[in-house]
C-alpha cells in the first residue's frame, strides 16, 4: 500500500513512494510537541494527559521529564536549548544545560498567559509562542482555570520583554517560519465549542513584526495544529487524516496518510529529511526527500 497521496504531480518527488510510515512508539494519551535533538540523536516529545515528555531514540522510549507541568509544544533555541510550552504553569521555560528551568514567560500586562501551546525561535533570537486557551478549558488536574488573556501569539525579545504581536486570531495554535524569516505562518484552531474558521494564516515579516494577516491555506478534512516548513519553503502540516504538505502559493501538494489524528511534526533524523508524526497515542516517522530547517 502507498502511504501517500498525489495531488500535485511534483509531490511525487517529495517522496519516497515505497517508503513506509512506521509506527516508533505507542501508548500515550495524547502525543504532542516533537523536537529533534540532533547531536543528542533523540527525539522529545508530550505526552500531554500523562504529564510527561518522553524521550525516543532507536534503542527505545525513556521518561525525560515527569512531571512536566503537562507540556505541550517544544523548540530549540540558538543556543540548542530546549524551550517548552507548559499549561499547568502558563508558562513558556528553557532548559538549561544543567537541567534547571528558566522561565521566560508567564504573563502579559499583569495577567497570567491562558496556556502556551507551541513555539518558534527567530534567527535574532526571539521566542515566539501561541497562547489559545486549550490548555484551560479541559478537565485535567491542574489545567483547568480561568482565561486571563486574549489569545495571542507572543514574541519574547532575547532582553526578556514579551509583545503581544498578533491579535487578529480566535485561537493561534502551531507557527512556522519561511526559510529566509519573511513570512510566519499560524494554525488558527479556533476557540473551543464554537464554529470559528480553522485554517492557517500567513503574515508578511516587516521589520521583525508580522504584518497583513491573511488566509493561506484551509486544511481538510480536520484542521490544522502543528506545522513546519521544509528548506524550500513548503508547509507541512498535520491534518485529520494524516499530514500535508501546502506549496508556498497555498496549494496542496500532496497528503502523508497516518491512521491516527495527527497533532504535530518535526524533520530530524541524521539528514534532517525524516518526518517525525505524533498522532493521538502513537509516534510514528516516516523518510522524505525534502529536508527540514531546523537548527541544529
Ligand atoms: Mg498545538
Redesign the pocket.
Known sequence: MSFFEVHDPAFAAFVIGNAPVKKLATGFDWA??PVWFGDAGCLLFSDIPNNRILRWTEEGLTTFRAPSNYA??HTRDRQGRLISCEHGTRRVTRTEWDGSLTVLADGHAGKRLNSP??VVVARDGSVWF?DPHYGIMTDYEGFRGEEEQPCAVYRIDPDGGIEAVITDMQCP??LAFSPDESLLYVAD?GRMHSNDPQHIRVYDMVAGRPRNGRLFHKISPGCA??IRVDSDGNLWSSAGDGVHCIAPDGHLMGKILVPELV??ICFGGRAKHRLFITATTSLYSVILNRKGIQWP
Open positions: 504532542e510537541g505541550n509544544g501551546n507551541d501561541s495554535n502551531g484552531t495544529d502543528g497533532s504535530n
